[in-house]
Every structure is written in C-alpha cells, then in structure tokens.
C-alpha cells in the first residue's frame, strides 16, 4: 500500500469522523430526496470507510442527489455531517477533472465573471436601473453592506428581491452600501458541486474584498449567501445577517411600516439554508405578520421539518437519479394549496425559481403565486 | 521532635510495572547513603505480606523512626503503609510515600532518565520525612439516625432496611406521596408483575414504620455538619389539610368546585383533578392536599358562598389557615435517593411531540395502559368525538439518549426495555393492532431480558432496525420517515399512534441538593459517585450516599440492589458508633492570623469560621478550624496571605526542604 494514499483515505476517515457513525439511519430517514432518487446518506457513509470504495462511490450517480439540505448533519446523532462526506466525494471527482458540461460551465463563469450564470461582470448592476443606489469604495464606512447575490442579480424572475430591498433602505433611511460590479459569487455552489479549490480560493478574495469596506454588517439577500458567510468564511469581520434580520430590526424601530390592506392568505417556506442550517425561523414570519389583513398560514411540515425545495446543492446545473416521483417543490406547492393559500412565501431566490417552476408545473398559476417575503411587501410599503 | 531521625526507605518493584522503567536497585542504593537513612532496601511487592513484614522487622530491630515507601500513588496504598507502621507501634503519619510509579514508570520510556527521576522523588521524600510529626486521629460519636432524601422505590428500600437494622429514619420526599415514578408504570419488565401490587407493600411499610419518620410534600432546607453529626432543616409544606385528622375518605375532593378541572401530574396531565386531592387512590399517606396555586379559596380568598370542601369534611381536617413548619433534627448519615426525570421530547421538534395528541412518550403510555389510569386502562387517544383507538403504533427507541445532538450522549438503559414491555402490553390489549419498534441497537442486558425480547419479537412486535428522523401529518395519518437500515430501504410509514421511548434526564432542580451538599455532577448530570466500580454508592463527602437513578439510569432491580447497597454502608457507620475523622486537617496560628476571612471564602467545605478571641488583652477577629468539618484539602493553607494557616504534615517547613532538594538535584 502506498503510504501517500493512506494518508489520504486516512484523512478522509478522520476529516468525516466516519467512525463516529452508528449507522442510526436517521441521515437517510431525514433526507427528502431519498424518496424519489438512490441516494442513501447512510450507506455512503458506510461504504467511505474503506478506502478502496472512495472512487468507487464518487463515481455514482446518485452523489449527485444531494441538495445540501443539511437535513442529516442537523439530524445524525453522533454530529457527523452526511452532507459534507457526499460534497467529499464530489470534490475527489472534481479533482480528478471528471466534470458535467453544465458544471464546468458554471464554475468557469464563477472564475471568470464571478457568477455561475454565465453573465458578464458587467451587466451585475443592470437591476439596479432607475434606482437611486448608494454604491460604496472600499475603505468608505458603512453600518450595512449588502451582499445581492448572483442568481438575484442576473435572474430577472427574482431582481426584484434587490429591487425592492433599495426602496425600504431609501424609505427607512438605513445606512447602507452596495458593492457594485466588484461583487463577486460566494461560491456556495462551487463548494456544493466539489470544487473546493476555486471555493478557497473565492473566499480568499472575497475576504479581503468584504474587509476592505469599514462595515459593520454584511446584509446578505440569500440564504445560501448567509449561511456561506456565515458558516464558511472564518476570516470576514463584519456580522453577518440576513435581510429579514434587518426587516425586523426596522419593523420594531418603527423606521418601515406597512401600509396598505392585504387580503392574501400567506403560507411561509422556510429555506433550508436559512431554517435549518442557521435556525432562523422567526424573522420572514415575523415580517410577514405586520401586514395588515395578512393571514398567515402553516405548513404541516414547517421550521425544522420543513421539506426542501431541492434547489440547492448544484441541482440548478446537475442531474442526479432523480425519479418520476413527484418533485419535493410539487408536493410543497400542492400542500400549501390545500392549505387555501393564495401566497407561497420564501425568503430565497433559488426556492422561489425552483417553486414557480412547480406551480406551473401544477397548473395552479390562477389560484396562487410565489413571491419572495420581499417581492410579497413592496406594494404595502408606506 | 526526635533530632536524630533513623529513616528506612522501601523501593518497590511493583512487578514490572516499576522495575521495567526504574532501576530500582540504584534507587535503593542511592537511598541508602541520603541523611538519617539507616536501611534501604527493594523488594517486588512491598504492599504483599511479606513486603510489609520487611518494614515491621526493620523498625523493631533497626529502630526505625520513619518510613519512605517509594512506590505507587498514596491514593492506592497510603493507608495499607499507615496501618504497617502502626502494626510495628510506630506513629502511622510517620510514613511518606514517593510515587514513581504513576510519577514517573509508567508515564516515561527512558531508562536512565526514569531512574535518576525515582532517585530526586526519592530524596525529597526523604527529606520531609524526617520532619514529619506525629498525629493522632480523632473520633468522633455517629448520631444513630439516617435522612433519606426521596422517597422513590430507592429511597424506598434503603429506609425499610436501616429502619429493619434498628436505627431511625427521617424520609424526605418532596411530593405528596411516595412511590416516585414506579408507582406511575403499570407493569414491570422482564417479569410483568404489576407495579402497583409490588411497590403499595412497601409504600405502607415506610408510612407505619415506627422507626421511619415519614415527612412528604417536604423540602430538604439545609444540612450542615459532618459525617456522623448532620444537622438538617426541612419545611413541611402546608397542605391546607390537618394530617392527623384526615381520613382520606375523599368527600372533599368530590366536592371541589374545580374537580375534574386540574390536570394530575401523576397521570403525565391526561387525568384531571381538583384544587383538593389524592394523587393516585394508593398514595402513601392517604391525605388528601390543597394545591395552593388553583384552590379558590387561596389563590382569590374566596369560593363560591364557601368552600364546598370544608363543609364536605366530617372531621373538620381542611385548614386554610395552616402555615408551612419547619421541622429540624440530627442524622449521622444521609443517602440521596432522588431519582430522575424524562427527557422533554419537545427539545427534539422534529418528532412533532406537544404537536400532535398522538405523539406521546413511555411514561403517558404506562398511564394509558394503567388499570388505575384516566382511561381506565383503555388504549385511547383523544376524547370524546376524536377518540380513537390506534391500529397502527410505531415506538420510537433513543429520544434524547445516544444523541450528541440534545447533548445527552450516554444510553438511559431501560427504554429499550420498557418499549418492549408496552409493546407486548399493546398487543394484549388490542390484538389487532400493529406494533413496531424502531431502534439502532437492542440493549437487553439484565437478568432474564433478552429472553423478554425474544419473547415479545415472537408475540408479533416487529423490530425495524432504524431510527426515524421525522414525524408529521398526512391526512389523519402520521408519517414516520425513517430507514430500515437492514434493507437499506427508506419508508414513510403511515401510523396512528407514535410512542417516544423517551430518556432518563436528571432532574432539572438536581442543583437544590448539590448547593446544600456540596455533591459533584459527572458529565452525565447525574450525581457522581466515589468511584465508578469500587465505590458506586459513596460520595465525595463522608457519610452521604447515592441509591437509584439519582446517580444514573438505572432499571427497577439495579435500583433496589443499589439502595441496599447505600444502606449497607450507612449501617456500617450507624452500627459502628464511632468515626475516625481527618488528621492532617488545617490548624491556624491564632497570633499571627489577621481574621482577614480569605481562607473562610477559600475553603470548600466551610470549615473555617471567625471567631473573636482575646489577643493580649485586645480583642481580635481570628479564623478557627472546625476539625470535624476540615478534610485536609489545604486550599485554605495556600491562599492565607500570612501564612498563619498551616496543614499537618504539608506545612511550610515540612514541604519547603522536600522542593528544595528537587531544585538542587538536577
Ligand atoms: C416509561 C418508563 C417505564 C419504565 N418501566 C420499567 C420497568 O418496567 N421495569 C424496571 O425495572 N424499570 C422501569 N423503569 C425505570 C424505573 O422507573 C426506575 O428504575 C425507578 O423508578 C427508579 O427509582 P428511583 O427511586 O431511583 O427514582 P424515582 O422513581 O424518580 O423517585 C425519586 C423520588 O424522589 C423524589 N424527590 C426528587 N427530588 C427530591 C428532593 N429534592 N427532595 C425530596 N424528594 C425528592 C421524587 O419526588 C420521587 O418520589 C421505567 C422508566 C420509564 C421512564
Ligand atoms: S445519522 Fe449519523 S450516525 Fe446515523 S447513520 Fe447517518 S451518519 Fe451515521
Ligand atoms: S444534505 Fe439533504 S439532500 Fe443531502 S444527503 Fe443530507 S439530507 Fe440528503
């Protein structure tokens, strides 16, 4: 046996604490995918520990069906991270340069353009149109810095979100900066789909980016963003908060108030990246329950059972062994109809992509709409 | 002080364990010239007979005036030593041990270098010793009487055996009868003898007992003192009811305006009671109590045109008047018998329990299987038009046990066990029922158990070897989500009725005892025995024991076997009469001590009091040694910042010359 290697496999054992698993099963009886793809988080688990398996497992499919819910490491037992073993073996795949044509495209972009949709550095700012945006210099002091995000950036479904953040901040008279064109992605999903290099490398500069303004907090608009920042990101100095942290700090401060009667019957979705991962549950839900005439509904499988919408983890750019089984965003847009709700909120761009789709894909576009919490406030705003 | 000590230094082997790493014949040899040494010599065992036969024959003929025994650690030997010197009538704290095993063999590989470490050890041992002073060991008489704090089945058995031994016992429990949780479960596993019809027995005998003082809905206030001399203070609480002239006939409570409306913690919440009650028809005293938080009568100062229980009393019992009393008295020992709590499910959300009425925990469902209990023994969930009878019933093992998750890592050792027990329980009631158990491991380790298992798997109970990891709703099912990890087959399987095998936790208000008794926590929270093999029953402070689940999960036959345990010990102390108590305690220089009162911060056992003495005719604030309290642990004497509190055998002079020789010998 080659010594090398077995420092390697070694440190796969250790890096996962994979001998800490009790083969519980809880990762797999809590993972949403399992029920409609082969993906079994226990068995890779399993199997990982023998060192001749590794390029075996990182060769399946099924890697593939993983959304990052984090819904194992929140449930094991034993605080190992099922999630992590399979990004792991994305990452050995990734190494050895056996790569997707979708995925290689967006982490190109995200190297090149910093985003993973493939647009120029140029046009990030396009959404910012007819707006009066406060752009900041690095070095420039600011009490909120606010982070977009790629997918809210270019995607014109969900630049709304950014769009409608810029009249509250105007309206409330926040102190607050955007980045600009020098924005550049989070690499969440570039971690997500393996490639840990250019992950490093991203938070690298990004840090010294973000540190270069004198900010306070660093005002995400994703969830995905958040949680990279958050969790990801040991070096950055200012906090890192969510926008509805900020929403609800200004609700209180009576700095925003919303005007204007609502008659929709509300359901909330909590994104995983925001529940799960972080426990932010209150914030969305206590925003959306200042709107007037707002009646605000739950789903059965709500705040630590939420169900994924299965739009993360790279599953806007792979394919994994999904079945024909309905999609987890179907079964979500179906249970919140039957809830009698009029609105799916969600405080996350790729939920609201991957949602929208789904109720489409239903036909419900007559009986509800999906809108991120803030898409959903800009017409109440006073 | 003798001026001219005569030392003998003993360099033990100890098998290989010190002779493999030490060169243990240059020890002695070394030994053999250092000052006042008079015989040095090495031998395999020096703890064997013939090893302390060695040291009794060189003090009778070499006259020996002190020994050095360089050897293991003085926690593992220094009383065999002590009792050797004493044996050859020689002062038993004329004895210093050098430890160069645990010190120095077993934690070193080199040869030389462990050799010339046993050499310094050795010589600083040496080097005290011959300022060592005698002491003589002071005893003190045992207060024939034991507390008992908790009257659960543990504190149960360990009153009924010291009461049977002859010797008084003060029960302490803080609710309103005694029973703890056994007196909550219906049957028992492996055997399935009804609870109620083992414990009542035994409940009774503690209450008529004329050795046992029986003291319920009571609280433990204080315990000061020392082993053989506790004093106590407990508060009765006032239970609105005159003891002595209740009949327990129950006319009140038929009568209380708020009967039925009252949820009984006995019945886990799903029985209701009124302001005035009896826990459970078998509580033990049978009198009734007024809960001062919802009676009428205490709470607004009024009920209706008067309280209906007052007038339903024949006997005149109800007392609204009546004030809490305190009741104080000795004991010589005290044994902590105060049990355990279940694991709040809640903490674990994703199992929807204080969600859904048909997720409930171990201890509800022995209440719904319970002849005695709010159904009647009937299995049904919910009321009235939303009563159902479950067909289908998942048991969920390990909720808030083995889970780092809920940080309780450790196996509560009797959910296992009693899921089987309620499973085959379910079964009996209603055969067509479908029971499963979900588990990660079946832990069937007692006497008869994993016979039970086998048992109860035949009766039908299907085992699915996986631990679910969600619960919620889907029409009026619930769905479990799990894997069946033998078939690597994940499921969602559609239930009626979801049973959660909760953990044993310790008790949330575990800090009341540990703040009057100094007790410790292991990891766990659980009170921390001695020792975890040899003394299981024993705490850190003399004269205070543990019994059941107060020191860890423990199923009912290791529970009864521990309070016989923890009473046998405290018989020890109780039938001896008398208690050796600490020699090398803390003595305080009374004309030089500035009464500045950091050693009575400092010292942990609050020993140390201020005491205003005459000092030459002016009056001064000294701190005095309570020697029956000290136990030498010479925090006091590190902390006084003039050096006016000394330990015996560590004091100044005594342990400077042992550093200074280990700084000279490099
Ligand atoms: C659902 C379930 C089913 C079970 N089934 C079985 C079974 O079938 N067979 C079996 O062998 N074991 C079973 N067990 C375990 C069994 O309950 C315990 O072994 C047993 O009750 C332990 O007794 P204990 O006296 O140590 O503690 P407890 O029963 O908890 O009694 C402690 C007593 O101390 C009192 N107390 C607490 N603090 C104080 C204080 N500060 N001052 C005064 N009093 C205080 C309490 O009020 C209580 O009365 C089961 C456990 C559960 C949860
Ligand atoms: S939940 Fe954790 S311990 Fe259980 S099987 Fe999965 S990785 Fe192993
Ligand atoms: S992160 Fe979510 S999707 Fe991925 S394995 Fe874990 S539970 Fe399944």
Redesign the interface.
Known sequence: MNTDANTVIESFIQKYDLLGC??????????PV??RTGL?P??IVYDSRDEEMLEELSNLTEIWDCTTCN?CA??????LKPVDVLVGLRNMLVEEGVIQPTVRDALESIFREGNPWDKPRATRCDWMEGLDVRIVEPGEEVENLIFVCCTIAYDPKVQVIAQNFVKLLNKAGVDYGFIGEDESCCASEAHNMGEEGLFEMMIEDNTELLNSYAAKRLVTLSPHCYSTFKNQYPDLKAEVIHYSHLLKELLEEKKIAFGKECSDKVIYHDPCYLGKQNDVYDEPRYVLKQIKGAEILEF??S???SLCCEGGGGKMWVEGTETKEERLAETRVKDAREQGATVLAVACPFCVLTLDDALKAKGFEEEMRVADVLEFLGPFIE | MNNKPRIGVYVCHCGANIAKTVDVEAVSEFASHLPYVKVARNYAYMCSDPGQLLIREDIKNEGLTRVVVASCSPRMHELTFRKTLAAAGLNPYYLEMANIREHCSWVHTDRDEATAKAKRLVYSAVAKARLLEPLTEKEVEVEPSALIVGGGIAGIQAALDIAAAGFKVYMVEKTTSVGGKMSQLDKTFPTLDCSACILTPKMVDVASHPNIELMTYSKVEDISGYVGNFDVKVRKKARYVDMDKCTGCGACAEECRLRGTIPNDYDMGLGKRGAIYLPFPQAVPAKYTIDPDRCLMLTRGKCGKGPKCVEACAVGAVNFEQEDEIVEFKVGTVIIATGYEIFDASKKPEYGYGQYPNVINGLELERLVAASGPTGGEIVIGKGDKAMVPKEVAFISCVGSRDDSVDKPYCSRVCCMYSAKLAHLILEKLPEANVRIYYMDVRAFGKGYEEFYDRVRREGVHYIRGNPSEIFKRGDKLVVKAEDTLAGRPLEDEVDLVVLAVGLEPRQDAREIIDILKLSQSADGFYMEAHPKLAPVDTATDGVYLAGCAQGPKDIPDTVAQAKGAAASALILLSSGQVKVQAQISIVDESTCRGCGFCVEICPYGAIELVEINRMGNMAQVARVNEALCKGCGACAAGCLSGSIQQRSFKDQQILPQIAVLGAMK
């Open positions: 009790i083969q519980c099963g809880r990762c797999t009886g809590g993972c399992t029920i079994n226990r068995r819904t929140v449930r094991c037992p034993k605080g059965e499988r705040r630590e059972r």
